[in-house]
């Protein structure tokens, strides 16, 4: 992970994190713009009936006898939400010496920080819903600095803990989302399909532009476990599971199944789909999960 040494010495300042990582990302979170008077200049067109005579270019028609309007593009500005996967397993952490301590949650921050703070620049309303011990925690949505230090606050104070809300909590939340937006679920995909995957399904349906960033450790994707311990799934009753090396072929079996079933999912419901380890460098994955949305 590039620079690893300085991003955990700092993980608690995510401003000074964001700084880092965003460095020259040069990307966008969304690429809507609406034709009108604004501020950036795009094109001449002829002048029509109706048109305000303050648009009237009249250098040009100095040189060429007839009218020309300056035509402009403004953004179109979205709704961004972020959703935070903090169950319990999202306390994994890396089994790098170097990362010790960092966890999926934790690059889950980096990565929610720095499209906050794009969404900020971009002039967008953007909230966090947190989700956590079965229920949801909402940061209702609005802009500027004042904004991002609240979102990143919360986003700070969230604990792994419990499992994933039900249908019918995720139901009762499902009002944030009335008019179109942009939905990041940042997750380790590893409650797939559940009410959660469903619900974004659904919410794609509703013409909402959703994007899935799904985050591993690298021992997690390469069956990288000391053999001959227990591990527990912290979500599901503190079922004990001894490791064997000779359970390495078929855990990988089963987790390439498990990921391809959640790619092909997104595929079919047209939700662009990125995975990631957390030993990667940031600014590297947030550049692929950008470009793979396709987005500037």
């Not at 690893?4 to 993980?11: E, R, V």
């Not at 953007?126 to 004042?146: M, N």
């Not at 997690?220 to 359970?247: I, T």
Request: charged content about 25%.
């Amino acid at each position: 992970m590039h620079d690893l040494a300085t991003l955990l010495a700092h993980s608690k300042d995510l401003d000074l994190v964001v700084r880092h990582v965003l460095a020259g990302l040069g990307h966008g979170l969304h690429a809507g713009r609406e034709r009108g008077a604004g501020v950036e200049f795009s094109e001449y067109r002829a002048y029509t009936p109706g048109d305000e005579w303050r648009r009237v270019d009249w250098k040009l028609l100095a040189r060429n006898d007839r009218y020309y309007v300056r035509e402009a593009e403004r953004d179109s500005h979205v709704a961004v939400w972020f959703l935070l996967d903090a169950s319990a397993s999202m306390a994994e952490q890396s089994y790098r010496p170097e990362a010790q301590g960092f966890s999926k949650l934790d690059y889950a921050r980096v990565i929610l920080a720095c499209l906050a703070a794009v969404a900020q620049r971009q002039g967008d309303t953007f909230g966090l819903i947190v989700a956590s011990d079965g229920g949801l925690q909402l940061t209702p949505a609005s802009c500027g600095p004042r904004q991002f230090q609240r979102v990143l606050a919360r986003a700070q104070q969230a604990k792994p803990s419990g499992s994933l809300p039900d249908a019918e909590t995720i139901s009762a939340h499902l009002h944030f989302a009335r008019a179109p937006s942009l939905i990041f679920w940042l997750t380790d995909g590893l409650d797939w399909p559940s009410p959660q995957s469903e619900s974004l399904i659904r919410l794609r349906r509703m013409q909402h532009d959703v994007r899935i960033l799904c985050l591993r450790t690298e021992a997690e994707r390469d069956a990288q476990f000391a053999s001959d311990k227990n591990y527990v799934d912290p979500e599901r009753d503190q079922r004990w599971v001894a490791w064997r090396e000779s359970d390495r072929a078929r855990y990988l079996q089963n987790a390439e199944q498990h990921f391809s079933n959640i790619a092909s999912d997104c595929r079919q419901a047209n939700i662009p789909y990125w995975q990631a380890c957390i030993e990667e460098n940031p600014a590297a994955c947030l550049r692929s999960f950008l470009r793979q949305a396709g987005v500037r």
